[in-house]
C-alpha cells in the first residue's frame, strides 16, 4: 500500500504564491507520473500539472507560465510552486502518482487527500 500525503495550501491573496508538496511513502520501487489534479465546487476534477519520470511535463492551459511542477524523486515527492494567483485557482487540489509497488508488475495509480487552496481578491 501507498500513502500520499499533501501540505502547503492554505488561504492567500490575489497575486501571491504558494508551493504544493506531496510525499509518497509505502512499498515503492518507482513512480512513472506525478502530478495534480483540483477540483472547485461544482466542478469536475481537472488536471492541473504532470510530470513524467522523464521530467517531461503537461500543464493545463490555466496555469500555463504561472504554475510549475517538479519532482525529487529520491524523496518521492513532487512540488507544485503556483504564483500569481487568482480566484480562479481557488479548489482542492490532489496529488496524483502512477507507482510500481515493490513485488508489483504493473503501476497503479493513488490520490492524495486534497489539499485547500483558496485566493481572496
Known amino acids: 500500500q501507498v500513502h500520499l500525503v499533501e501540505s502547503g495550501g492554505g488561504l492567500v491573496q490575489a497575486g501571491g504564491s504558494l508551493r504544493l508538496s506531496c510525499a509518497a511513502s509505502?512499498?515503492?520501487?518507482?513512480?512513472?507520473?506525478m502530478g495534480w489534479y483540483r477540483q472547485a465546487p461544482g466542478n469536475q476534477r481537472e488536471m492541473v500539472a504532470l510530470i513524467t519520470g522523464g521530467d517531461s511535463t503537461n500543464y493545463a492551459d490555466s496555469v500555463k507560465g504561472r504554475f510549475t511542477v517538479s519532482r525529487d524523486n529520491a524523496k518521492n515527492t513532487v512540488y507544485l510552486q503556483m504564483n500569481s494567483l487568482n480566484s480562479e485557482d481557488t479548489a482542492v487540489y490532489y496529488c496524483?502518482?502512477?507507482?510500481?509497488?515493490?513485488?508489483?508488475?504493473?503501476?497503479?495509480?493513488?490520490w492524495g487527500q486534497g489539499t485547500q487552496v483558496t485566493v481572496s481578491s
Open positions: 496524483y502518482m502512477v507507482v510500481l509497488e515493490r513485488g508489483a508488475r504493473v503501476f497503479t495509480p493513488y
Open positions: 509505502g512499498s515503492i520501487s518507482s513512480i512513472n507520473i
